[in-house]
T-cell receptor
């Protein structure tokens, strides 16, 4: 199993450009999450999804959009990129059940210049 | 909703000494408490977890304790080694059909 796969690993954007960060999991997990992690800081939840067709805002959703058309995929869209969005982005998934262990992707390092 | 507080944000200990990281949670319905380790350039990975029907769990040099009454849980690392240097996150969940909430993380430095 590949687990959680994120692409790309690195990206440099110019101010005002748009891009989509891809996230795919092959574990049939219902829950998926997007976090951003600024240098030396903790994880901030951007958006999460409890299943296909359902998404909810986290603590820092402004400037981002998500969709969940399938169980496997949870892309994160940045519209009109700003320097404040320079960060490392992590996608994660958890199963439902008694022990919902979170599995993380390797991260996407995004720089907006 | 659930809120997880984690302390300290940074911790430095001499190699061979013990390290303790503490977390508190707000939702008394939470019943699953995992700990994650994030090494440089990687995503967090589960290192140990505990359920609310257990007070303590050990795995070699790592142990987690849970006090349900006080709503706090702690990670204990004994005989620390250089490879223990990382960022550690606690988390809480009601399990079943609920999302997981992370603490803000603790950067652990093991000093030679």
């Amino acid at each position: 199993n590949a687990g959680v796969t994120q692409t790309p690993k690195f990206r440099i954007l110019k101010i005002g450009q748009s891009m989509t960060l891809q996230c795919t999991q092959d574990m049939n997990h219902n829950y998926m999450y997007w976090y951003r992690q600024d240098p030396g800081m903790g994880l901030k939840l951007i958006y999460y999804s409890v299943g296909a067709g359902i998404t909810d805002k986290g603590e820092v959703p402004n400037g981002y959009n998500v969709s969940r058309s399938t169980t496997e995929d949870f892309p994160l869209r940045l519209e009109l990129a700003a320097p404040s969005q320079t960060s490392v982005y992590f996608c994660a998934s958890t199963p439902t059940g008694l022990n919902p262990e979170a599995f993380f992707g390797q991260g996407t390092r995004l720089t907006v210049v | 909703g659930e809120n997880v507080e984690q302390h300290p944000s940074t911790l430095s200990v001499q190699e061979g000494d013990s390290a303790v990281i503490k977390c508190t949670y707000s939702d008394s319905a939470s019943n699953y408490f995992p700990w994650y380790k994030q090494e440089l350039g990687k995503g967090p990975q589960l290192i140990i977890d505990i359920r609310s029907n257990v007070g303590e769990k050990k795995d070699q040099r790592i142990a987690v304790t849970l006090n349900k009454t006080a709503k706090h849980f702690s990670l204990h690392i004994t005989e620390t080694q250089p490879e223990d240097s990382a960022v550690y996150f606690c988390a809480a969940s009601r399990g079943r059909d609920d999302k997981i909430i992370f603490g803000k993380g603790t950067r652990l430095h093991i000093l030679p």
